[in-house]
């Protein structure tokens, strides 16, 4: 089974503050995993993604990601918060033995604070 | 290009009415699915097709049908509606099946049973 837990499903950080999105994982074999950004009334857009290559991730607007299989975690981080940062965010896990088919977490709301 | 297309993208319809949501594709994307979005819950797999001709079920299959009879379509049909399907449906496509593709979304449809 795979699956993924999003810690705090609110987030408030302030604008220019430093944005920590936290994602732990389970994965029986070893997994990719994906960040996805929704904002209101859209659908998802991927941010950004763990394929094995390497473990610091680098994604769009601002985002990276780091792969700790030790913790297995993978938090989502931005040096500083844009207001247009607010959105909900979305872990993911697929694994190679699953057809491609990826679990989501529940999603942490990020609100940004002028 | 317009990726995923997704129609309507809201929909009121009374108990044991049925409708087709539909979901295009422009990109000859082979793998597509259809999740559910319900607040606190994340998404949850309803169906996914790895192919044309070829569909499977997901986390939460009942009450829904699909069919794959081209590579760029792939509709959801809800049989006989019940307010437990009050929902926002995403319907997401990959290139493929190898599971570090990530998901390319539509914008969704809204459905409410009333």
């Known amino acids: 089974a795979q699956s993924v837990t999003q810690l705090g499903s609110h987030v408030s950080v302030s604008e220019g503050a430093l944005v920590l999105l936290r994602c732990n994982y389970s994965?029986?074999?070893?997994?990719?995993l994906f960040w996805y950004v929704q904002y209101p009334n859209q659908g998802l857009q991927l941010l950004l993604k763990y394929t094995s290559a390497a473990t610091l991730v680098k994604g769009i607007n601002g985002f990276e990601a780091e792969f700790k299989k030790s913790e297995t975690s993978f938090h989502l981080t931005k040096p500083s918060a844009h207001m247009s940062d607010a959105a909900e965010y979305f872990c993911a896990v697929s694994k190679w033995t699953n057809a491609g088919k990826s679990t989501f977490g529940d999603g942490t709301t990020l609100t940004v604070k002028p | 290009n317009a990726g995923v297309t997704q129609t309507p993208k809201f929909q009121v319809l009374k108990t044991g009415q049925s409708m087709t949501l539909q979901c295009a594709q422009d990109?000859?994307?082979?793998?597509m699915s259809w999740y559910r979005q319900d607040p606190g819950m994340g998404l949850r797999l309803i169906h996914y097709?790895?192919?044309?001709?070829?569909?499977d079920q997901g986390e939460v299959p009942n009450g829904y049908n699909v069919s794959r009879s081209t590579t760029e379509d792939f509709p959801l049909r809800l049989l006989s509606a019940a307010p437990s399907q009050t929902s926002v449906y995403f319907c997401?496509?990959?290139?493929?099946?190898?599971?570090?593709?990530?998901?390319?979304f539509g914008s969704g449809t809204r459905l409410t049973v009333v």
């Open positions: 097709s790895v192919g044309a001709g070829i569909t």
């Open positions: 990109m000859n994307h082979e793998y």
């Open positions: 997401a496509s990959s290139p493929g099946t190898g599971a570090d593709y990530g998901y390319t």
């Open positions: 994965s029986s074999v070893p997994p990719y």
